[in-house]
T-cell receptor, first 113, second 111 residues
Framework: AQSVAQPEDQVNVAEGNPLTVKCTYSVSGNPYLFWYVQYPNRGLQFLLK??????LVKGSYGFEAEFNKSQTSFHLKKPSALVSDSALYFCAVRQYNFNKFYFGSGTKLNVKP | DVKVTQSSRYLVKRTGEKVFLECVQD?????MFWYRQDPGLGLRLIYFSYDVKMKEKGDIPEGYSVSREKKERFSLILESASTNQTSMYLC??????????FGDGTRLSIL
């Protein structure tokens, strides 16, 4: 069965420090991997995706993610956190050539001044 | 720019009512999706559609149905609303093998 795990409900980090939001997945075949961000009372916004190629993917707002096939992980990172990065982050996976997406339970990122 | 519009941001209905949630996208996307979002559970797929008049059940289709008569519009129907369907409902659309674009959601309360 396909699944996505985000092991941390909440991540706290000080502004200016690096941040990591963790994601591991289980999917048959080659995965398509995505990160989304959700601000209060809004829908999800696309941040970045991994389809193929370089394991380090760069996305919007200075975020990047590292694909690790052996560990089946796709952790979201940012070198220097901003207070405005505080939001709910979702990891998602889909199988190649299947339309169904699987989402993690979300991680709330709190960036303190 | 990409736009997915959900007809209502907030909706209050009574148990037993038939409820319609509407979603329109302006990007000519083949694929459209309905999710519900509950704290601690993430997003759960209710139904999706990959073409006009085509639909597939997601993980939690019970108590829901959908309609896609035109490519740009995907409707979610609660046949007889119950209190356990109180939730945030999110609509999304996508091209094949591309990221999904989401609407701002409908927060539905069933009293």
């Amino acid at each position: 069965a396909q699944s996505v795990a985000q092991p941390e409900d909440q991540v706290n980090v000080a502004e200016g420090n690096p941040l990591t939001v963790k994601c591991t997945y289980s999917v048959s075949g080659n995965p398509y991997l995505f990160w989304y961000v959700q601000y209060p009372n809004r829908g999800l916004q696309f941040l970045l995706k991994y389809i193929t190629g370089d394991n380090l993917v760069k996305g919007s707002y200075g975020f990047e993610a590292e694909f690790n096939k052996s560990q089946t992980s796709f952790h979201l990172k940012k070198p220097s956190a901003l207070v405005s990065d505080s939001a709910l982050y979702f990891c998602a996976v889909r199988q190649y050539n299947f339309n169904k997406f699987y989402f993690g339970s979300g991680t709330k990122l709190n960036v303190k001044p | 720019d990409v736009k997915v519009t959900q007809s209502s941001r907030y909706l209050v209905k009574r148990t037993g009512e038939k409820v319609f949630l509407e979603c329109v996208q302006d990007m000519d996307h083949e694929n459209m999706f309905w999710y519900r979002q509950d704290p601690g559970l993430g997003l759960r797929l209710i139904y999706f559609s990959y073409d006009v008049k085509m639909k597939e059940k997601g993980d939690i289709p019970e108590g829901y149905s959908v309609s896609r008569e035109k490519k740009e519009r995907f409707s979610l129907i609660l046949e007889s609303a119950s209190t356990n369907q109180t939730s945030m409902y999110l609509c999304a659309s996508s091209l094949e093998n591309q990221p999904q674009h989401f609407g701002d959601g409908t927060r539905l309360s069933i009293l």
